[in-house]
């Protein structure tokens, strides 16, 4: 197993959500932590992540507060519910900025960072359960979580001989800020606990255990985990958007 105590990660999307938890928990271990965000805090990198430029100045940022990073966590993304038929460029282009390019702009930094260090490290990237499903409502998500789970594929081929691990986690319905919409639906929690085999929705701390345990696992890369309690296994249509 990985020994991250002592090391420095970047945690995009690290203010709130999935990515705070991520970020609470690897400071538990004893990693010194980068949150890279756009909402402003004491705590926090302000960057945009689909922005070339920022994600550099970010990664200047955090060198020079923490030093170099070995360890990345890419938790930053968002949604939009538009049908394909409603779908507008802009809105394409802003999901599959932030969730995609964002994401490869993320791991190129940290790499690079590892590379000169001449050290080792390890990734992991959010993706999604609907990387591998089909809810209709969720095309630019969807598309753009499965590129995730390919490119940190190609990533794991790529970076693994230089002594770098990528992988990547698909939560399923989370109780996150992100998701709080639907979750103010009469109804939709209880469809959640129905179609999940362990019948809870589920929570950042949760996602955030996987995603460390993962950075932990020496022997793993390419590999894509659902952390979902199982719903991704329900193959029926939903009615709800996720």
Known sequence: MLELKGRIAV????????????????????????????????NVIHCDTSDAAAVKAAMAATVKQFGQP??????????????????????WDRVLGINLRGV???VQAVAREIVAAKGDGAMVLLASVNGVGADPGLSAHSASKAGVIHFSRV?????????IRVNAIGPGPTA????QGSMDKDGYLDE??????????????????????LLKMDWVTGQAL???????LNTGRSTWRT
Do not use: F, N
């Open 104 to 106: 490869m702009l993320s």
């Open 11 to 42: 945690v995009t999307g690290g203010a709130s959500g999935i990515g705070a938890a991520c970020a609470d928990l690897l400071q538990q271990e004893g990693v010194k932590v980068a949150r890279w965000d756009l909402a402003a805090a004491d």
């Open 226 to 232: 659902m952390s979902d309690g199982g719903s991704s």
């Open 155 to 163: 990533a794991a081929r790529e970076l693994g001989p230089l002594g």
């Open 192 to 213: 959640v606990k129905r179609r999940t085999p362990l019948g809870e929705i589920g929570t950042p701390k949760r996602i955030a255990e996987t995603a460390v345990g």
């Open 176 to 179: 996150t800020p992100m998701l």
């Open 70 to 91: 070995s360890l990345l966590v890419a938790a930053a993304g968002v949604a939009d519910g538009t049908t394909i038929l409603d779908m507008t460029t802009e809105a």
